[in-house]
């Protein structure tokens, strides 16, 4: 085989790898930026006034849901560091339904946080990756003994390997 026959199938061989590996690195890249759904239960609705702790992973898109049958209404209170972060109401009457905590055997459950995602990022601008922040809420009437405050929010994939 001549010089030049040899140098033209190297070329075409390496050009077809380098390719290849092109094609092969963007899907890696797009897998591991794939949002994956996640969620923490926060608290049991045990009376008028309950108190938790949540530290938000690496993520977006975070949203409380209310799981249970109960109607509320009533405030939310997040602290950070003793610090005040931000106060804001919630209504199961304003909530939008969410069918998500059916694979949990839930059957009824609300977003109680769509109103904030008015401005975007929502919930999320509250919220610091890896700190400690307090949540209270003060509901107007106690709930039903089976309602409870869940956290959901959506993580890259790569985040949740990281675990």
């Known amino acids: ?9 190297t070329v075409l061989v390496v050009g ?7 094609v092969v690195h963007s899907f890696y890249l797009r897998a591991m930026h794939t949002p994956m759904p996640q969620q923490s239960k926060l608290i049991d609705c045990t009376g008028s006034v309950v108190t938790c702790s949540f530290n938000p992973r690496k993520g977006y898109a975070f949203s409380m849901v209310m799981a249970g049958d109960s109607r509320l209404s009533g405030e939310v209170r997040i602290e950070r560091r003793g610090n005040e972060v931000v106060v804001f109401n919630i209504d199961s009457q304003r909530g939008k339904p969410c069918n998500w905590l059916q694979t949990r055997g839930i059957p009824e459950a609300w977003i109680l946080t769509d109103d904030l995602y008015t401005n975007y990022p929502g919930l999320q601008q509250y919220l610091t990756t890896g700190d ?6 003060a509901f107007e009437h106690p709930p039903a003994t089976n309602a409870s405050v869940w956290m959901t929010w959506l993580e890259a994939y790569k985040d949740v390997r990281a675990k």
Not at 1 to 9: A, E, G, H, R, Y
Not at 16 to 22: H, I, L, P, T
Not at 132 to 137: L, Y
């Open 16 to 22: 077809v790898f380098v390719a290849v590996g092109f």
């Open 1 to 9: 085989m001549p010089m030049s026959k040899k140098l033209t199938v």
């Open 132 to 137: 400690e922040h307090r949540i209270t809420f």
